[in-house]
């Protein structure tokens, strides 16, 4: 059973350049939830998506977007990348009825 | 506004001794959930253990339990017999209700020593 997985690994940006993060939920999950985690610090809730729909967000910019497709993978694109935006980006899935969130590994963005 | 405080930025434990990293929180709400979640070096953000509020029950999963106290809003984890392998940062999580994002501490470091 494939856990979460995210693409890329590691990835390094310019300022103002835009990116795209992506994330395969566990098997039979429906429900993706995506974070940011600074350096030190705990993961921020960036949005939730569900049916395809953002169905909750955090407190981020509207430089931070996302998309859910048929098949319950998820994208996070962040525009007009910024040097604060350098962080360990984190996926999670779950089913919609279910209480557990599991992460994938992460994806390094670093911004220069 | 859900909050989670963990006032033990580092820890350390002898190998086969037993340690307890503190957790406090804060929500206006009486359904609610709340994890610790380890983070090892290699990233991975791994599920140690979870308590629903409406359980009086302290949570156990072998060597991990927890002290929930509800009326004091603190939910402390144990780690009996530590292993190398618990080193790691570990993370006090809440989440209201079944729907809602997790609301993630600052962490706490844990160091295992042979």
């Known amino acids: 059973d494939a856990g979460v997985t995210q693409s890329p690994t590691h990835l390094i940006k310019t300022r103002g350049q835009q990116v795209t993060l992506r994330c395969s939920p566990k098997s039979g999950h429906d429900t993706v939830s995506w974070y940011q985690q600074a350096l030190g610090q705990g993961p921020q809730f960036i949005f939730q998506y569900y049916e395809e729909e953002e169905r909750q967000r955090g407190n981020f910019p509207d430089r931070f977007s996302g998309h859910q497709f048929p098949n319950y993978s998820s994208e996070l694109n962040v525009n007009a990348l910024l040097l604060g935006d350098s962080a360990l980006y984190l996926c999670?899935?779950?089913?919609?009825?279910?209480?557990?969130?599991?992460f994938g590994p992460g994806t390094r963005l670093t911004v220069l | 506004a859900q909050t989670v405080t963990q006032s033990q930025p580092e820890m350390s434990v002898q190998e086969a001794e037993t340690v307890t990293l503190s957790c406090t929180y804060d929500t206006s709400e009486s359904d609610y959930y709340l994890f610790w979640y380890k983070q090892p070096p290699s990233r991975q953000m791994i599920l140690v253990i979870r308590q629903e509020a409406y359980k009086q029950q302290n949570a156990t999963e072998n060597r991990f339990s927890v002290n929930f106290q509800k009326a004091a809003k603190s939910f402390s984890l144990k780690i009996s017999d530590s292993q190398l392998g618990d080193a790691a940062m570990y993370f006090c999580?809440?989440?209201?209700?079944?729907?809602?994002?997790?609301?993630f501490g600052k962490g706490t470091k844990l160091s295992v020593k042979p």
């Open positions: 999580v809440i989440r209201e209700g079944s729907q809602g994002n997790l609301i």
């Open positions: 999670a899935s779950r089913w919609a009825s279910g209480d557990t969130q599991y």
